[in-house]
Structure formats: structure tokens, C-alpha cells
């Protein structure tokens, strides 16, 4: 499962927690602000998400990457705090770089 790290104050001390990403989600869900951001922005943040734990994984720093798309690094930042709605070209550009497969695929609700 996917962790986020989740910024906590405790009495003037700032910790980072490793916060499972469904859990974290599904409990900001029963917020009616962020379910209405999140119904709109979901999947774009979930594919942001995606890229991140992949490049991650692969010990591949957001330049390198960069590299392999032919844009720069402050373009795959933006990707990835999900600032910027991929083209189905670009996500396939993404996953060659990363050497991944894109499937995409339409799912019951």
C-alpha cells in the first residue's frame, strides 16, 4: 500500500508520519470540501501519486527523468504535486521513461 509522509505538530516540534495513502484518503473523504475537490482533482492526484512511488522506486531523481521526457525538472514537480492534467501522450512518454506499460481501462462503478 502506498504510504504519504503527513507533516504533524506536537507541542512546537514538527513530525513526519508515515500515513497510508487510501486510509489518509478515505478518512478526508467524509469532508464535503476536499470530497468535492477530490471527485474533481482525484484521479490526476492519484496518477501524480503513481509517477512519483515509480520514479522513486527506480532511484531515479525528478532531472533524470526530466532528461528522459526532454522538459525540465520543475515540469516533472508540477506532475507530480499533480498540478497539470497529462495527455495520453505524455502519460505514455511517462511510462517508456520508466519503463513501464500505460493501460488504460474503463472500470464499473
Known amino acids: ?28 473523504l467524509k469532508d464535503a470540501q476536499f470530497k468535492k475537490q477530490y ?11 503513481q509517477v512519483l512511488q515509480l520514479r522513486k522506486s527506480q532511484r531515479m531523481s525528478q532531472a533524470d527523468l526530466a532528461r528522459k521526457l526532454g522538459t525540465t525538472q520543475s515540469n516533472v514537480a508540477r506532475l507530480e504535486a499533480g498540478e497539470q492534467n497529462l495527455t495520453t501522450q505524455t502519460l505514455q512518454r511517462i511510462a517508456w521513461a520508466l519503463g513501464r506499460e500505460l493501460k488504460v481501462e474503463f472500470v464499473s462503478r
Open 39 to 49: 471527485d474533481t482533482y482525484g484521479k490526476q492526484l492519484e496518477i501524480a501519486y
Open 1 to 28: 500500500m502506498p504510504l504519504i509522509t503527513q507533516a504533524i505538530m506536537s507541542k512546537a516540534k514538527l513530525i513526519n508520519k508515515a500515513v497510508d495513502f487510501d486510509v489518509y484518503v478515505s478518512k478526508r
